[in-house]
């Protein structure tokens, strides 16, 4: 079992920049891929972001690519995302979640243990 924990959330401003930490447990997270999904309301979960084990491969939604950044702390067992430029549309409840596989992946149904979110809201 794997728990994890959103922070970092909140209300911005367009054009501001957020980050958001994902803490995990557990002495294996370093073999775990890792990932961020967001779902607005009335909408599905959605990819944003995901990084492979050792953190050498990263992959982004192309609505984000240039402006998101996903990074991992193994040593601190924890994930980021670092968000720049942000939009009205980026306003959503922040997931993240990890997976066994250790390439990472762009679909949901590949991770194992999912964080309780974060409500990340941009607006004027």
């Known amino acids: 079992q794997v728990q994890l924990v959103e922070s970092g959330g909140g209300r911005v401003q367009p054009g501001d920049s957020l980050r958001l930490s994902c803490a995990a447990s557990?002495?294996?997270?370093?073999?775990?891929?890792m990932g961020w999904f967001r779902q607005a309301p009335g909408k599905e979960r959605e990819f944003v972001a995901t990084i492979s084990w050792s953190g050498g491969s990263t992959g982004y939604a192309d609505s984000v690519e240039g402006r998101f950044t996903i990074s991992r702390d193994n040593a601190k067992n924890t994930v980021y995302l670092q968000m720049n430029s942000l939009k009205p549309e980026d306003t959503a409840v922040y997931y993240c979640?990890?997976?066994?596989?250790?390439?990472?992946?762009?679909?949901?149904?590949?991770?194992?243990?999912w964080g309780q979110g974060t409500q990340v809201t941009v607006s004027s």
């Open positions: 557990g002495r294996t997270f370093s073999t775990y891929a």
């Open positions: 979640a990890a997976s066994r596989t250790s390439y990472g992946s762009s679909y949901s149904q590949d991770y194992d243990y």
